[in-house]
């Protein structure tokens, strides 16, 4: 008689799929979950009044977080995520939740990344990993690169006077109210590569012997990555080398490093009429082979799109992402 998914062993299917690299039992296993619970205090305020007047207790938020985790890993959308959650075993192992228990819903996901967004939670809950990293062993070695990737947001289509208006700080006044929730009027267009792109930056600091992020910026896309230089250095770092590309380099920022006690390993550049000689040429190649260990992050955290709208939005879930590459790293270099 054919075996039927009811009569499967969950525990012997879980274990085959960790056998053939599924991330998530790690994950479960050494990720200090409870330990956010104190950073997310507060976030059902609300709903622990509404559950005294006979409302449904919310889901809980180290749950709530996970299926934050698992939307960046798997880059679900708030439905994708429902979706997936109902439909797979491993999704619900991760979460603690039995075949029978309810599955938070799309609305509720987006519920929960709001009150995130508006509690200012998330860098509370990035420094709190950090800690734990630290305290197993993995301290920022070795120095630190500095560098900045682009989150793209879908374009927008205004005229050139929309788009004016949008940079002073004015949404156009014919706009109705519906359709401003619905623009982004804080994102901003750039060059790369001779490619415009319009989104955010993700300015990120990651220590050169474990490659995990130490600290991070969110701004618009049109910012210099230069403009945030300073406050992405990590000054516990155990030793003062800073890497980063010729777009860091200025005659400010390398006074900044020599009175702060770093030392300086930012590419040189040329100028128009000046090339570079044939000894910083080779002095940019060396530095190169360790600046290019930020791309491996960058790499790993692949391309992305955010789809909310403004900033603190962009800047919850450009968090997210960090947070959950600090956590997948952390598991790697655990085992």
């Known amino acids: 008689m054919q075996q039927s998914f009811g009569d ?3 525990a012997d299917c879980l ?5 053939q690299g599924d991330p998530l039992p790690k994950l479960k296993r050494l990720i200090p979950w409870e330990s956010f619970r104190g950073d997310s205090k507060g976030l ?13 207790a919310p889901t809980d938020c180290i749950v709530m977080l996970k299926i934050l985790a698992l939307q960046d ?14 439909d797979r075993l491993s ?3 991760f ?14 996901v987006w519920l929960f990344r709001e009150r995130l967004k508006d509690g200012g939670l998330l860098s509370g809950l990035f420094e709190r990993m950090l800690s734990y990293v630290n305290a197993a062993g993995f301290r920022a070695r070795k120095g630190q690169i500095v560098d900045a990737s682009i989150v793209e947001a879908p374009r927008q289509r205004n005229s050139r006077d929309e788009n004016a208006r949008i940079k002073s700080g004015e949404p156009p006044q014919q706009w109705p109210e519906a359709k401003r929730r619905q623009k982004d009027a804080q994102a901003r267009w750039t060059k790369k590569h001779g490619r415009s792109r319009y989104g955010y930056k993700n300015h990120l600091s990651v220590d050169y012997q474990h490659k995990l992020i130490r600290s991070y910026q969110v701004t618009d896309a049109s910012v210099h990555d230069s403009q945030v230089f300073e406050e992405l250095l990590d000054p516990s770092n155990t030793r003062a080398e800073v890497w980063a590309d010729s777009a860091y380099r200025s005659a400010k920022i390398e006074a900044y490093l020599t009175g702060a006690g770093y030392r300086s390993r930012i590419h040189r550049k040329g100028a128009r009429g000046q090339p570079l000689s044939a000894r910083s040429q080779e002095a940019n190649r060396k530095r190169s082979r360790h600046r290019a260990r930020v791309e491996h992050v960058f790499a790993q955290q692949g391309e992305r799109l955010v789809r909310t709208v403004g900033k603190a939005r962009a800047a919850v879930k450009v968090g997210l992402q960090n947070l959950v590459y600090n956590m997948r790293r952390f598991v790697w270099l655990v085992g």
């Open 91 to 93: 999704f619900r192992d």
């Open 15 to 19: 274990s085959w799929l960790e056998r």
């Open 44 to 56: 059902y305020k609300k709903e622990r009044q509404e559950k005294r007047k006979g409302g449904r």
């Open 95 to 108: 979460l603690g939740l039995s075949v029978s228990d309810e599955v938070s819903d799309a609305k509720t």
């Open 8 to 10: 499967l062993d969950c």
């Open 73 to 86: 890993m798997y880059k679900l959308s708030d439905n994708q995520a429902e979706y997936r959650i109902r």
